[in-house]
């Protein structure tokens, strides 16, 4: 599998799952009875009542992943690491209401029967869903262990870059003007202007230069 591929395949795994397990939330998990007065009313709790830590862990691996997703290779690390922690929290969490299913109905009971000492009487039933939610932070924590190990060997999407290139080799341009070059041999200059000559190299001289006057003012040079 190529790393794009790689990266791919355990990014989804880890954004999938903690979606899930978020998602697992909103059913029923727990299904039973508290007495009352009034007789035994049915009580039930959601996921997210009976495993608020699973609700928030599953928000935190969420938003892990999309870190994972967008950051560089230590902010990836970093959200890996977090993604591990929030998938096992959710694990726990949900399993922990299989083992003691009571302890998860009993704030529902509390608040049918408005006492506080109120537990669930009798058997609880158990929906599949804190299964499924353990299974999303499972997958979501095998994700990011993933992600951990084997990030390091992905590179950034490639970006555009700009190459800077010499003025001189770029099409459409010229090279740099060059300074004038003035003889060092002042007499070597003077016969170059009596002959209508630019001493600094540039060329024939302008149409006043055949009358420029000689040293001292004496008059045209002939």
């Known amino acids: 599998m190529t790393p794009a591929r790689e990266r791919g395949a355990l990014l989804l795994l880890a954004a999938g799952g903690s979606l899930l397990a978020l998602a697992t939330g909103a059913p029923q998990w727990l299904a039973g009875a508290v007495e009352t007065p009034t007789g035994l009313v049915p009580v039930g709790a959601t996921g997210r009542a009976a495993a608020p830590l699973a609700t928030a862990a599953a928000l935190v691996g969420a938003a892990a992943a999309v870190a994972a997703a967008i950051g560089r290779r230590l902010a990836r690390a970093l959200a890996a690491l977090v993604l591990v922690l929030a998938g096992a929290g959710v694990a726990v969490a949900s399993l922990a209401v299989l083992a003691q299913p009571q302890d998860g109905l009993d704030a529902a009971a509390r608040a049918a029967s408005a006492r506080t000492s109120a537990v669930a009487a009798g058997p609880v039933d158990v929906s599949p869903w804190p299964v499924v939610s353990a299974a999303g932070g499972a997958a979501a924590a095998l ?80």
Not at 155 to 169: H, V
Not at 184 to 201: F, K, M, V, Y
């Open 143 to 222: 994700a990011g262990a993933g992600v951990l190990v084997r990030g390091r060997r992905w590179t950034s999407a490639p970006t555009s870059r700009r190459y800077e290139r010499d003025a001189s080799a770029a099409p459409g341009t010229h090279p740099a003007p060059r300074a004038p070059e003035v003889a060092e041999d002042p007499a070597a200059a003077w016969d170059s202007l009596t002959r209508g000559d630019d001493p600094t190299g540039g060329g024939p001289a302008g149409s006043g230069s055949a009358g420029s006057t000689g040293p001292g003012g004496s008059g045209p040079s002939r």
